[in-house]
Nanobody, 111 residues
Framework: VQLQASGGGLVQPGGSLRLSCTAS??????MAWYRQAPGKQRELVAT???????DYADSVKGRFTISIGNPKNILHLQMNSLKPEDTAVYFC????????WGQGTLVTVSS
């Protein structure tokens, strides 16, 4: 299984981005988004369960939305009201980090 995250880029504070994650050969059930800022450890950003229950880190609650598309092999992260502290490489994986890590997608929030 190879996870491929995309959709990152440079955005001004207050802007929005939509990240996507795809993988061949599997359907997404319980999944998560993580991020790693420069010089920091990777952190969990958002999770979604098979029943579509979602949970978010306090730092992104109310601004980010995780979802699974149809067919169920695409994962999204809608990011609104972006802040400079959201700058990081974003990765997708399961909540138990089942799969090999992909390269992630870089999000830079800067004016």
């Amino acid at each position: 299984v190879q996870l491929q995250a995309s959709g990152g880029g440079l955005v001004q504070p207050g802007g929005s981005l939509r990240l996507s994650c795809t993988a061949s050969g599997i359907y997404f059930n319980n999944m998560a988004w993580y991020r790693q800022a420069p010089g920091k450890q990777r952190e969990l950003v958002a999770t979604i369960t098979r029943g579509r229950n979602t949970d978010y880190a306090d730092s992104v609650k109310g601004r980010f939305t995780i979802s699974i598309g149809n067919p169920k092999n695409i994962l999204h992260l809608q990011m609104n009201s972006l802040k400079p502290e959201d700058t990081a490489v974003y990765f997708c994986n399961s909540p138990t980090m089942t799969y090999p890590w992909g390269q992630g997608t870089l999000v830079t929030v800067s004016s």
